[in-house]
């Protein structure tokens, strides 16, 4: 199953993307984490398989959200660099998305590690310029942690940084995790592109990454990935306003005043 985890557009307090995630529902294990399970899928030889049915699966989402007449919701879904590398990927993810591409609110992007693109990896490299092509937009997923050559930052095509968690999770506190923060922040706008901070916890975190220019946040902070059906709510899509203020209990941005710009995304 996709559970699906909010981005907060800074800037705005609004929620305009999602990232789906992978959960594996077992019936003797419970939900387990794709650290769990994808070794398993790939070594059973059914990543590809379940690469096309996230793919499929997050457009139809995307486009049952769109039918709502709701807001617009990009959701992001994460490639690997085997899938990214496979003959007919951008033949095959045209096809899932299909009318979503030329839409310029909806839509689905991508997000890929680092070391998908760096290194022997031209084909990768037409291959992300076909999907921007058709609209959809590229992320590097957990930014900082590979070895990017910056060089060759500046010539890919890019839309986002996703900067790592762990960079986030010693924010405001760590003088070297500052500099970085800030300094990825800074590089991704002289190239054009924006950032994403990833698992932002809490509230000293969110201030330093609005004060640098930070683009989007995602985290625990804002809202744990959510199955289909809770996101909804979250987003006022579906159910009643007292069905709302479950989906966000327990939730520190959402339930406090001093978070006013998490809290507007939720209403
Ligand atoms: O590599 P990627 O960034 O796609 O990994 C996302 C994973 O991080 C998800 O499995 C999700 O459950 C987890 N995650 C999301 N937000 C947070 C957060 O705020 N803190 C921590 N520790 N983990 C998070
Ligand atoms: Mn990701």
């Given at each position: ?5 909010p981005k ?94 030329g839409d ?66 010693r924010l ?96």
């Open positions: 199953m996709l559970h699906y985890q907060v557009t800074l800037r705005t307090g609004k929620i305009a993307s999602v990232e789906a995630l992978l959960r594996w529902n077992d019936a003797e294990n419970g939900l387990m984490q794709p650290t769990t399970f994808l070794p398993i899928l790939e070594s059973a030889g059914l990543m590809a398989a379940v690469g096309a049915w996230v793919l499929r699966q997050a457009a139809a989402d995307c486009r049952h959200w769109r039918s709502l007449g709701s807001s617009p919701i990009r959701v992001a879904v994460n490639v690997s660099p085997p899938e990214l590398r496979r003959r007919n990927f951008v033949r095959e993810i045209l096809q899932s998305i299909g009318d979503l591409a310029s609110g909806w839509g689905v992007d991508i997000e890929i590690t680092e070391g998908a693109l760096f290194g022997d990896s031209s084909s990768c490299v037409h291959a992300l310029r076909l999907l921007r092509a058709a609209g959809m937009r590229v992320a590097i997923d957990d930014f900082g942690t590979g070895f990017s050559s910056l060089g060759r930052l500046s010539e890919l095509p890019i839309d986002t940084l996703k900067i790592d968690r762990m960079f986030t999770s405001p506190g760590d003088r070297k995790s500052c500099t970085l923060v800030t300094t990825i922040i800074g590089l991704a706008h002289a190239f054009d592109m924006t950032t994403v901070a990833e698992g932002v916890e809490n509230q000293a975190q969110l201030d330093y990454l609005i004060r640098e220019g930070c683009d989007e946040s995602q985290g625990y902070l804002h809202s744990r990935p959510l199955p289909r059906g809770e996101l909804e709510r979250l987003l006022g899509f579906s159910g009643s306003a007292a069905a709302l203020g479950g989906a966000l209990h327990g939730n520190a941005a959402f339930a406090s005043e001093a978070a006013p710009r998490a809290r507007r995304s939720a209403v």
